[in-house]
């Protein structure tokens, strides 16, 4: 069986794009370095105005009304989580984990 790439996904609460890898002066050297040897997302937006269902969003690769969050998780809303990339990184063989 071929090796799989390691996958890091790093979702940090409204850091914004002003650190290091994007150019900014916030120094970031842990950051910068995994960019210059990963990918790093220029151009990226989500249809939702607000947190949780942004967060859906890029977790399923579905628009809200498709993954259920339709709002604040906080106010009661959650997503389907069969849809939950953790799903379908388990399904190729990966072990996935959530640190924070």
């Known amino acids: 069986m071929p090796s799989m790439p390691n996958i890091l996904y790093i979702h940090s609460h409204d850091?914004?794009?002003y650190i290091q890898p994007y150019?900014?002066?916030v120094a970031t050297p842990n950051l910068q370095r995994?960019?210059?040897q990963g990918?790093?997302?220029r151009?990226?937006?989500t249809i939702?105005?607000?947190c949780s269902p942004s967060r859906a969003c890029l977790l399923s690769g579905e628009c809200a009304h498709s993954n259920g969050m339709l709002g604040l998780a906080h106010r009661g809303f959650?997503?389907?989580y069969e849809h939950h990339i953790v799903n379908t990184l388990k399904a190729q063989g990966y072990t996935t984990a959530l640190a924070g």
């Open 15 to 17: 850091t914004g794009r």
């Open 23 to 25: 150019g900014h002066a």
């Open 34 to 36: 995994l960019a210059e």
């Open 39 to 41: 990918v790093l997302f």
């Open 43 to 45: 151009q990226a937006f």
């Open 48 to 50: 939702n105005p607000t």
């Open 78 to 80: 959650s997503m389907n």
